[in-house]
T-cell receptor, first 111, second 111 residues
Framework: KQEVTQIPAALSVPEGENLVLNCSFT??????LQWFRQDPGKGLTSLLL?????REQTSGRLNASLDKSSGRSTLYIAASQPGDSATYLC??????????FGTGTSLTVIP | NAGVTQTPKFRILKIGQSMTLQCAQD?????MYWYRQDPGMGLKLIYY???????DKGEVPNGYNVSRSTTEYFPLRLELAAPSQTSVYFC??????????FGDGTRLSIL
């Protein structure tokens, strides 16, 4: 069974710092991988989706990379801001009905 | 921009009661999903649908039922509520293998 792990569970950084969030998965036969942010009491907001044939995706200050062979993805956030404070989740898709989510990294950006 | 709308936002049920969680999307997405999120756990897929009239089980379908008579609506039914079904329920929608869009969730407590 696919296992998705996100380490660390919590991270606190000063404003302006560049940071990397990690996601690892055990089964490399994925269809795609998606990064989300979740604000307290809210649903998930999609940040980036990487198809299995892609190595990275970028959106603004965010860059996500995918290394299927090693079972890893990273989310890079440049020049962090207090508004980036949230929980970041990664999810891998194996098939149309097989989704596996990590438990997330709770990020706090200190002004 | 309504996106995915879930009602109610909060609900308390007694053991053995039944209820329907409502989900509506206005993006004409063919795929719709129901997840549950328990504290400290990753999201788990309950049921999904690839189009009107077509539904199938996810990872944790026991105790739930769904229907999809139209593209827009995908209600989730709990027939005999049990304490183990206390959770936050999220509905999501997408085009096939494209980023999922989530609602804000229904927080359900069963006492």
């Amino acid at each position: 069974k696919q296992e998705v792990t996100q380490i660390p569970a919590a991270l606190s950084v000063p404003e302006g710092e560049n940071l990397v969030l990690n996601c690892s998965f055990t089964d490399s036969a994925i269809y795609n991988l998606q990064w989300f942010r979740q604000d307290p009491g809210k649903g998930l907001t999609s940040l980036l989706l990487i198809q299995s044939s892609q190595r990275e995706q970028t959106s603004g200050r965010l860059n996500a990379s995918l290394d299927k062979s090693s079972g890893r993805s990273t989310l890079y956030i440049a020049a962090s801001q207090p508004g980036d404070s949230a929980t970041y989740l990664c999810a891998v898709r194996l098939d149309r009905n097989q989704f596996y989510f990590g438990t997330g990294t709770s990020l706090t950006v200190i002004p | 921009n309504a996106g995915v709308t879930q009602t109610p936002k909060f609900r308390i049920l007694k053991i053995g009661q039944s209820m329907t969680l409502q989900c509506a999307q206005d993006m004409n997405h063919n795929y719709m999903y129901w997840y549950r999120q328990d504290p400290g756990m990753g999201l788990k897929l309950i049921y999904y649908s690839v189009g009107a009239g077509i539904t199938d089980k996810g990872e944790v379908p026991n105790g739930y039922n769904v229907s999809r008579s139209t593209t827009e609506y995908f209600p989730l039914r709990l027939e005999l509520a049990a304490p183990s079904q206390t959770s936050v329920y999220f509905c999501a929608s997408s085009y096939e293998f494209q980023p999922q869009h989530f609602g804000d969730g229904t927080r359900l407590s069963i006492l």
